[in-house]
């Protein structure tokens, strides 16, 4: 959009967060885990203010899960960013809430979420190509373009 090329943007922006916001409603907000799942939360992060949101509320789940993080007994208290006990004792409280992702779902949100920032970085890619070519706007019809246009106007009259 910064670039003159509003139709291109806007389908763009609205691509991005639809394949985002759909991950998510197929694996809910514990699709994006910055604790567990971190090669998958950089590609969710590309997103910008939808994978931001996304982290946000999951963290506030987590946050809802643990009233008291620096008890010795609470399973976030300890966090190694490895799956190891502390992971199944926080998926046991997310399953007795209702919040577990289930085995084949959860791939499936997470490659969509994940996706959607890859296909968020890709659209930042060409617009800085963009811009170094110089190319702003629009694009325009060709000459070659122009003129076959001008000949069927012309026979059609």
Same mark, same amino acid.
């Given at each position: ?21 759909? =991950?998510? /409603? !197929? ?7 910055? *604790? ?9 992060? #590309? ?50 809430? =209702?919040? /577990? !992702? ?7 949100? *997470? ?9 968020? #970085? ?36």
């Amino acid at each position: 959009m910064y670039l003159g090329r509003w139709k291109r943007g806007a389908i763009l922006f609205v691509t991005v967060g639809a394949i985002f916001w759909a =991950g998510i /409603a !197929l694996g809910g907000v514990m699709t994006v885990d910055s *604790r567990y799942e971190s090669w998958w939360f950089a590609a969710q992060s #590309l997103t910008g203010v939808n994978g931001l949101v996304g982290w946000y509320r999951q963290e506030q789940v987590y946050k809802d899960i643990s009233s008291d993080p620096e008890t010795e007994n609470n399973p976030l208290a300890h966090r190694s960013g490895r799956p190891g006990p502390e992971q199944m004792a926080v998926d046991y409280e997310l399953q007795r809430r =209702g919040l /577990a !992702l289930a085995t084949p779902t959860e791939g499936v949100a *997470r490659a969509y979420t994940g996706v959607a920032g890859m296909l968020n #970085l890709l659209c930042i890619f060409d617009a800085m190509m963009l811009c170094l070519l110089g190319i702003r706007g629009e694009p325009g019809r060709t000459e070659p373009e122009k003129a076959g246009a001008d000949d069927k106007n012309r026979e059609q009259v």
